[in-house]
């Protein structure tokens, strides 16, 4: 068995979901990356990390990542995230988590119609708002080539206005 994919299990009588096509998308983000991000802080200034991720395929039904990476404060961070097509309400779908925040991002995903990106929406902790309250963010994975793709982190101010805060590339290692 590659290291790139888990085995799969049985756990129902019905046996395993079976891929469809929608799930060869997933397929061109397992591998071994690098990570190189450019982020804007709250206050304007800007910050830089790199980082690694390896995704591999859980039975062809999701991508799943673990990932490190450098915090702005020169902190470091561990994630873990899985984006798959859910065959019975016939849409993409996934998840982020991550050792710095206790909050799981579960993503509404759509897939655009030249294949080339995945928007991931999503409802999280608002970063520039007050305790409790939450805020509207976009993550898009675009790809660029089969050995290149980019993350984009926005998020959506009180006013509908939608800000770009993170850019991640990533090439395969």
Known sequence: MSTDQLEPTQDDTHGPTKPEKEHAWL????????VSTEMTMPDGSA???????????????WAYVEGEGNMPDGGKMRYFSGI???VTFKKYTG?????????MWKYDCELSA???????NCVGPNMMGGEGETANYRDVIEI?????????ASGEFANGEWVQFMKSTLTRA
């Open 27 to 34: 397929q061109q983000l397992v591998g071994e990356w690098n």
């Open 47 to 61: 910050a830089t990390g790199t980082g690694h991720e390896s995704v591999k395929s859980l039975n062809g039904l």
């Open 84 to 86: 798959g097509f859910d």
């Open 95 to 103: 998840f982020w988590i991550a050792d710095v925040s206790s909050h």
């Open 114 to 120: 030249d294949g080339k990106r995945l928007t991931m």
């Open 144 to 152: 660029i080539d089969a050995n290149t793709r980019t993350l984009t």
